[in-house]
């Protein structure tokens, strides 16, 4: 997916306390906002459709190159802030995979355990059929964070990841997200 190019906006040329944009106000697209992410999220492992290794006593269904969590996704579709073909590919693909990540987590001995649904796996989604209906999930998602955090890069990687202290993550979102903006 190529990003879908909105309406052009003005950004904010600070995108971090440290971190001027030195390329000044330009079009943003959502495709912008998902390779930043996606470099952040899983840029560094071989096969970004996983599900995350995730944190021991904290349960995570995050996925995919973005690692869309369910809790969020159903959020943003109860809200109504996704398209009506992104609520379809929730609700008929992501999340019978969501719910099998939330029955084997860490549960090699549970009855009907499969590996690809804990942490790690694949959660069996078919990244050929099915990364376009993700990218676009996730576009619409982003782009709706970063409209409700007024077009900054540091509110928007909050309202995603929901922590703000991850110096690590900060840092590779607005590195990547400079990288996009050259």
Do not use: C, H
């Not at 030195?22 to 459709?49: C, H, M, R």
């Not at 995570?60 to 073909?85: C, H, W």
């Amino acid at each position: 997916m190529n990003g879908t190019k909105l309406t052009p906006l003005p950004v904010d040329r600070q995108i971090s306390p440290y971190i001027v944009d030195p390329y000044g106000p330009k079009d943003v697209n959502s495709q912008d906002l998902y390779d930043s992410f996606a470099t952040a999220e899983t840029g560094s492992i071989p096969n970004p459709w996983i599900r995350t290794y995730g944190v021991p006593g904290e349960p995570s269904t995050a996925f995919g190159p973005v690692q869309i969590t369910m809790t969020k996704a159903v959020d943003y579709a109860n809200r109504g802030l996704i398209s009506p073909e992104s609520k379809k590919f929730l609700n008929t693909v992501l999340l019978p995979m969501y719910n099998n990540f939330k029955k084997y987590g860490r549960e090699p001995n549970k009855p009907g355990y499969d590996k690809d649904y804990d942490y790690g796996g694949t959660g069996k989604f078919d990244v050929a059929k099915y990364r376009e209906a993700y990218e676009k999930l996730a576009n619409e998602m982003l782009w709706r964070d970063y409209q409700s955090s007024n077009y900054n890069l540091n509110n928007t990687i909050r309202k995603w990841r929901g922590v703000s202290d991850d110096k690590r993550y900060n840092t590779a979102v607005q590195k990547a997200f400079l990288t996009r903006r050259k």
